[in-house]
């Protein structure tokens, strides 16, 4: 097909809109949002957790069925147990899955759907709270619900005001809507949520300072009367070599100073070629040196390693007590760049 000026016209005109259709469904969206859904929001959090071990189970037929997946992903991310269900699935043996203590949100926008309206008596019996997203309150699902999150007035941006277009935005936002309400509430931070993202460049970014740091036998540390004999010999005995040794306080385990291969580099060049091996930590170590807390994410101490040109960094708790070193090399392999 040859695209004319004049089909470009309607195709621009017709993407702007479509998304100018879906914008203000979006901006009308938050005026929805009242006690059901606070009432939508306290049934999963009262039940989809450790101590109750409910589930929140999503589901939809047709596009609704792909935002389910999406909405159920999200809650699963961030820590409420969660799976999509197909309808036809449920109804052919995998209902069994849905137990008393669940949350059970299905997603329709006319509310009338054969096949979750077939649901709804299975459903009932299974005692699960029922929460519906619908855009019909005198539906068939709507007034089965245990909770209606009635998403109002929905004009399809579709030019035959059929394919689910706008619906199915106003419902992925909805549902992201509840998932982060949920997470407000919840005593979950960063380091939870990295738990559950481990892979990937995004699993990168959410790793903390003591997932990468050497640690216990791995930690090189002397006193600060180690001799310069001793300090090497921590050094390279050290499993994985770390080639720094943490200058620490008898007692206390307080972070002095570190001892870096590029120290005695350096001190050999500066024309001490007979440097004692007697010569303390305490003379040779760089005093106060830079360092990170160990519960700062990993990409915090690329970055400080980064622009401060160091290869190693010691990780400290609040009172400054060396509890472990990062080395440039572990970065590296783990696939954080410079």
Not at 56 to 69: D, E, R, T
Not at 111 to 117: F, L, N
Not at 152 to 171: H, K
Not at 189 to 194: E, G, T
Request: proline share 6%.
């Amino acid at each position: 097909m040859i695209i004319t000026p004049e089909m470009a016209e309607r195709i621009r005109a017709q993407g702007r809109k479509v998304v100018q259709t879906e914008a203000e469904a979006l901006k009308r969206l938050p005026d929805r949002i009242g006690e059901p859904f606070v009432a939508a929001a306290q049934a999963i959090l009262e039940r989809c957790n450790e101590a109750e071990r409910g589930r929140l189970i999503v589901s939809g037929m047709g596009k609704p069925g792909f935002i389910a997946q999406k909405i159920s992903a999200t809650f699963a991310s961030t820590g409420i147990p969660s799976f999509a269900l197909h309808p036809a699935d449920a109804l052919h043996g995998d209902l069994g899955r849905v137990g008393n203590k669940d949350v059970v949100l299905l997603l329709s926008n006319s509310g009338a759907t054969q096949e979750m309206v077939e649901l709804l008596n299975p459903l009932k019996r299974t005692q699960a709270i029922l929460v519906v997203m619908t855009a019909k309150k005198e539906s068939p699902l709507a007034q089965h619900a245990d909770v209606l999150l009635d998403l109002g007035e929905v004009i399809e941006a579709c030019p035959l005001g059929l394919a689910p277009t706008t619906s199915s935005t106003v419902m992925l936002a909805l549902g992201d809507a509840l998932a982060m309400a949920c997470l407000e509430v919840r005593d979950f931070d960063s380091k939870d949520f990295a738990q559950y993202h481990p892979g990937g460049s995004l699993g990168r970014q959410l790793m903390t300072v003591t997932e990468v740091m050497r640690k216990d036998k791995s930690l090189p540390v002397v006193l600060p009367d180690a001799s310069l004999e001793q300090t090497l010999d921590v050094m390279t005995s050290t499993v994985g070599r770390p080639g720094a040794a943490c200058v620490i306080a008898p007692n206390s385990g307080e972070l002095l100073g570190l001892f870096t291969d590029g120290d005695l580099r350096r001190l050999l060049t500066n024309g001490q070629a007979t440097l004692a091996m007697d010569t303390t930590a305490v003379e040779l170590m760089t005093p106060k040196p830079i360092t990170i807390l160990e519960n700062k994410l990993a990409s915090e101490a690329a970055r400080i390693m980064s622009e401060k040109h160091l290869d190693q960094l010691p990780v400290v708790d609040e009172a400054n007590k060396a509890v472990g070193l990062i080395d440039i090399q572990d970065l590296l392999e783990l696939g954080f760049t410079p």
